[in-house]
């Protein structure tokens, strides 16, 4: 066994300046088992169900390596041998800086926009919408990672009873293997009580710890120096700046930093602590001190064992993640690798398991990206290793950033939508003035994309001219209280900001003009389905409409929610009276959905034009069927037929996130095989070995859908009753679940056999009246706060 005393000339430029691409590059290939490293003698599978394990270091970032996370930082662990990489980010790590996106030539351009839609002038609608109205600047910056700890140990060629590991009751990943008759283990997690990231190294034997230590980072943004106490610091400057701090406690041997680099030699036990900071502190002020914030965190965690920082680590982290068991059966397949696993299923294996794993690590990463305090998950949680990120890593408003919390409240994770929340609120600022710029408009809008910069006007193209995103984004505050019955939080918070993006909507329709298939009907203008096109009668292919049914369904959406809100504040009807007369009044107008005569599917578009793509990843003209609850078997059914005929024409493909919506419309329409179907379409099409989605590239939308998903087949709560496995495929043939969520204030406990419901127990959390749906059987019950009703459904 060769120690490596000698850094590559690649690695010590990355030291010193900051990787360059190509060094990147090498950083990514050094966690590669050299070509003739021989892994021996097999790793068992761990003893937890509940874990993801390989039997190699991972490669590459997006589908091996695995994340860690406590909400604000993040963390992707690679398990290398002679190296190991950990690639770090802080949650607010984002290029850019305050700015004041509105553009005031949109306002005067909006009539003349909507009088060539109205016309049938749509290419010319979309050319002055383009030069007019996007916003100035019409791009954000990226989302970036805060930097790379780099870990070089004594060089090898061989080992055995390798295993990297991710357990998700824990939230620690491992990492262990042999060497030489020395038994080496490493544990990373991000603890949210002590706000560091920690890693942990040990061996069987005494002294037998030795390597070196440094943070990197991509760019020329970032310096590197030792400090007092032996820690290393990486800080740079984007529009805000940034830090990284790494501080050693080390049992036995000699530990020295020095010129940025820190020697651990002959070591019997070492903790590394690593906090991140920034300056940010809202969307206007960027003028916080990141290291003092940095310093505060490591003197915080810095004089405790690490055994006790693991315990509250744990503690912290089961208190959300134990309250929902899931059990769909077991087979041999959990002692395999979970990448070994996932390829087993794409030729037909089964492996109830593996979807359980699936379901939990949806939570899992939930509770690892959203944390009260904090902002909430984006397109990629909070992992993302790019300078210039897919999609900027940003938070996207027409599906994505919403489906990031569809399991929250089923799922019993009701904290976790906090960030969700705050965040949405902290864009009302910057909406309202984007509404009276770019519209003349009351209240407050998003378009369909932000940052953490406040950025809420028309982005990237036309298509960023889609002025829904608040309507949209405030439905889940009214899902919260649906969900947890909390009036102080709906009268306070949910009623205020959807009334403003209500405002909004108000004085953002228009009246279809004589001569159109709206004439006098109340209509959005100009308007998307988003990133869909269709063909003009000319063969014109076109984006850019007015009055498209999602639209539609957002706002009578919106203005039913405020109806609801408005009754649970003042049974009696005279909350804000005149306001809510307003809202009927404009429903009554609106122009309603409609069912295609030619296909007898529900219209995408105000006119029944061709699709240019049937097989389209969004399927957007369905949202009042889900996330929305407008269209139901029992209340809407021509509607709800519609849309199932527009469901099946989209066809079973799509994107990751677009295949886990479709599993949840198909719950909706209690088909839980063909649900089936396509949640193993998402397994085994859309999910890297790291169970990560891909969209392609990663994006978390998907996982957070697909976890959602499976919850809607088990059970729904949308249409006034609490419906018991309304959509439970064949193959779930026995199974329970418990602690799942359900509207109205309750949790549900349920188990079955043969496909037929045996047992469940639905505790009532706030003491509202519980209608319980199994099949075509129904119960109704008066239950006081506190107390279950248990029933076997018949």
């Not at 691409?21 to 509940?50: G, T, V, Y």
């Not at 993040?74 to 980010?89: K, P, T, Y």
């Not at 206007?284 to 290291?291: C, E, K, L, P, V």
Request: one cysteine or more; charged letters at 20%; proline letters at 5%.
């Amino acid at each position: 066994m060769k120690k490596n005393t000698i850094l590559s000339t690649a690695f010590l430029a990355m030291a010193i300046a900051g990787p360059t691409s190509a060094a990147r590059h090498a950083a990514d290939e050094s966690n590669n088992p050299k070509a003739d490293m021989k892994f021996e003698k097999e790793a068992q599978a761990p003893a937890e169900p509940l874990t993801l394990w390989y039997r190699k270091p991972a490669v590459h970032w997006e589908n091996q390596a695995l994340p860690v996370g406590n909400g604000r930082l993040g963390a992707m662990v690679f398990g290398g041998v002679n190296q190991e990489r950990l690639q770090l980010n802080e949650e607010t790590v984002w290029d850019g800086e305050p700015t004041d996106y509105t553009n005031p030539e949109a306002l005067e351009a909006l009539p003349e926009v909507q009088r060539l839609l109205f016309e049938g002038k749509n290419v010319e609608a979309k050319k002055l919408a383009a030069d007019k109205m996007m916003g100035r600047p019409h791009r954000i910056k990226s989302y970036q990672p805060l930097c790379d700890l780099l870990l070089d140990f004594e060089d090898t060629d061989r080992v055995s009873n390798y295993r990297r590991d991710l357990d998700l009751t824990t939230a620690i990943s491992r990492v262990q293997y042999t060497i030489d008759g020395v038994e080496f283990v490493r544990e990373v997690f991000v603890s949210e009580p002590d706000q560091v990231i920690v890693v942990n190294l040990q061996a069987d034997k005494l002294g037998k710890i030795n390597f070196t230590a440094r943070l990197a980072r991509e760019g020329d943004t970032a310096t590197t120096e030792s400090a007092s106490g032996n820690r290393l610091i990486l800080k740079g400057k984007l529009g805000i700046e940034y830090e990284a701090q790494l501080f050693p406690i080390v049992s036995g041997g000699t530990v020295q930093s020095k010129d940025g680099i820190l020697t651990v030699s002959n070591a019997d036990e070492v903790t590394l602590l690593v906090t991140g900071a920034t300056s940010y502190i809202s969307a206007t002020d960027i003028s916080g001190d990141a290291t003092a914030r940095c310093e505060a965190y490591l003197k915080g965690a810095g004089n405790k064992q690490y055994t006790d920082i693991r315990a509250a680590h744990i503690a912290d982290y089961q208190s959300l993640f134990n309250r929902v068991k899931l059990d769909l059966g077991t087979t041999d397949a959990v002692n395999n690798p979970t990448d070994v696993r996932l390829q087993a299923i794409k030729k037909g294996a089964f492996d109830p398991q593996l979807e359980v794993l699936y379901f939990q690590f949806g939570r899992y990463l939930l509770i690892s990206s959203s944390r009260p305090g904090y902002l909430p998950a984006n397109l990629q949680g909070k992992w993302n290793q790019y300078l210039k990120a897919p999609w900027n890593s940003d938070y996207h408003f027409n599906i994505n950033f919403q489906m990031n919390y569809w399991p929250a409240q089923v799922c019993n994770l009701s904290e976790c939508s906090l960030p969700y929340f705050d965040y949405v609120e902290s864009l009302m600022p910057s909406g309202a003035n984007t509404a009276k710029v770019h519209y003349g408009a009351d209240g407050w809008t998003i378009h369909h994309l932000s940052d953490i910069y406040g950025m809420t006007a028309p982005a990237d193209g036309v298509h960023g001219v889609w002025p829904f995103g608040a309507a949209w984004a405030t439905r889940d505050m009214m899902e919260y209280y649906r969900f947890s019955g909390d009036k102080v939080f709906l009268e306070e918070r949910a009623y205020p900001a959807m009334k403003g993006a209500a405002e909004f909507m108000i004085d953002f329709l228009v009246e279809a003009p004589e001569g159109t298939p709206a004439a006098g009907r109340l209509v959005t203008n100009p308007s998307h389905s988003p990133e869909n096109f269709f063909m003009m009668a000319d063969g014109t292919k076109i984006e850019f409409t007015y009055a498209a049914t999602m639209d539609l369904q957002i706002i009578q959406d919106l203005f039913n929610n405020l109806q609801e809100a408005a009754l649970a504040i003042d049974p009696s009807g005279n909350y804000d009276a005149e306001f809510q007369a307003e809202l009927q009044a404009t429903l009554d107008q609106l122009q309603p959905v409609q069912i295609s005569e030619k296909t007898g599917r529900l219209m995408e578009w105000v006119e029944d034009y061709e699709e240019f793509d049937p097989n389209h990843r969004h399927t957007s003209h369905l949202y009042g069927l889900h996330p929305g609850h407008s269209i139901t078997k029992n209340e809407t059914p021509d509607l709800y037929e519609a849309a199932r005929k527009s469901l099946i024409a989209r066809g079973d493909g799509g994107k990751g996130w677009s295949m886990a919506w479709k599993v949840n419309m198909w719950a909706r329409f209690h088909d839980g095989n063909k649900a089936y179907q396509l949640l193993t379409n998402l397994l085994t099409k859309m999910t890297l070995d790291n169970l990560f989605d891909t969209h392609p590239p990663f994006q978390i939308d998907g996982n957070f859908g697909g976890t959602a998903a499976i919850a809607e087949m088990l059970l729904q709560s949308h249409d006034g009753e609490v419906n018991l496995l309304p959509a439970l495929p064949d193959v779930w043939k026995d199974g329970s679940v418990e602690g799942l969520r359900a509207r109205g204030g309750f949790e549900v406990d349920m188990a079955w056999k043969n496909g037929t419901l045996i047992s469940a127990k639905i505790l009532s959390l706030n003491g509202n009246p519980l209608t319980i749906r199994y099949g075509d059987k129904t119960v109704e019950k008066n239950l006081a706060k506190g107390k279950a009703y248990t029933w076997n459904g018949k």
